[in-house]
């Protein structure tokens, strides 16, 4: 099957710092990505849908100023975590669907574990 | 807004049982259903992906069943193996190609 990748998988930062991560699509391209965080025993919850090309289109009640989403191509998305606190610490987790192909399956990343001290 | 429950949240069986995930949802307008597995600390490994007109999917020992009009999904996974001790979750695919899940169910396959 088709491969997303995340960069990087772990990160621990201060208090107040910024935080990039990376979505990769590596065989196929993507026209939209999709962010979801993922809380201790708890389940995925959108965040946003990343489109190519265009703004980023944000779930209810997420700030978009301070998770800024960029896709930048047809297989690369990036999510960053602004002035980071601690209550953003979470796994990251973004998906991807093959462009055009809404019946097709959606593919994962194996997710970013952030740490924020 | 689509809300997902899956039913049970946890189960614990002893090996060579068979195991049965229900996954319920509420819009039932959907592209179709993935499910997935999702082990502690990691990402989500796509089981199986079963399309809305669809009524069944079979992928070795997993087989899914949809019911779209009722918004159900169920996962069978036969002769269970300690191996299968992961969290499953369903996600159907719905408007802007979105997936929601459910809470999950928590497997526990003893030796």
């Known amino acids: 099957g088709a491969v997303v990748s995340q960069h990087p998988s772990w990160v621990i930062c201060k208090s107040g710092t910024s935080v990039k991560i990376e979505c990769r699509s590596l065989d196929f391209q993507a026209t939209t990505m999709f962010w979801y965080r993922q809380f201790p025993k708890q389940s995925l919850m959108l965040m946003a849908t990343?489109?190519?090309?265009?703004?980023?289109?944000?779930e209810q009640g997420v700030e978009k100023d301070k998770f800024l989403i960029n896709h930048a191509s047809l297989t690369l998305s990036t999510l960053t975590v602004t002035s980071a606190h601690p209550e953003d610490s979470s796994f990251y987790i973004c998906?991807?669907?093959?462009?055009?192909?809404?019946?097709?399956?959606?593919?994962f990343g194996p997710g970013t574990r952030l740490t924020v001290l | 807004k689509q809300e997902v429950t899956q039913i049970p949240a946890a189960l614990s069986v002893p090996e060579g049982e068979n195991l049965v995930l229900n996954c319920s949802f509420t819009?039932?307008?959907?592209?179709?259903l993935q499910w997935f597995r999702q082990d502690p600390g990691k990402g989500l490994t796509s089981l199986l992906l079963i399309q809305s007109s669809q009524r069944e999917q079979t992928s070795g020992r997993l087989n899914a069943s949809l019911d779209k009009s009722s918004g159900r999904s169920t996962l069978y996974i036969a002769a269970s193996q300690p191996g299968d001790s992961a969290t499953y979750l369903c996600g159907p695919k719905a408007a802007g190609n979105k997936l929601t899940f459910g809470g999950g169910t928590r497997v526990l396959v003893k030796p």
């Open positions: 998906s991807a669907d093959p462009a055009g192909e809404v019946y097709n399956e959606q593919f």
């Open positions: 819009d039932s307008a959907i592209y179709n």
């Open positions: 990343s489109n190519e090309g265009s703004k980023a289109t944000y």
